[in-house]
């Protein structure tokens, strides 16, 4: 029997979600601000103004945020971003990757009082959590 047992490189408190802001003109543009050991990092996108395209730019930018967090030697690639309901609570998902590796990273976040794009952050932050505290 192999036992793989990971333990965190460095004491890493998650990032807070401060603010996502949608500036919505030509293109939709998405600034979102992470806080991370006491420090605020922003993360920018732009895409689609179309209502169905506004989830991704969020996923883009929030990544964008945590990629200020751990350097340019990490990148995330969003593969996915949806919603899914159950017995009436609807959720946003969002699968992400990391190119240098193999792994695929999932995230979830209870859309509630209707704020799809706030629970899109959260659900990539979701999915990186983990992988956040074992980067160094």
Known sequence: MLLVRYRPIMD?????????????????????????????????AEGSVDPSARARVVGEATLRALESITGPSVRFDLIAVGTSSMDGVTIALAQVREPSRADVYVGSALIRQGDTVLATARAVLDALNRRLSLIH
């Open 12 to 44: 890493f408190d998650r990032p807070v979600l401060r603010s996502v802001d949608v500036d919505l003109g030509e293109l939709a543009t998405v600034s979102v601000i992470l806080e991370a050991e006491g420090v605020e990092h922003l993360g920018q």
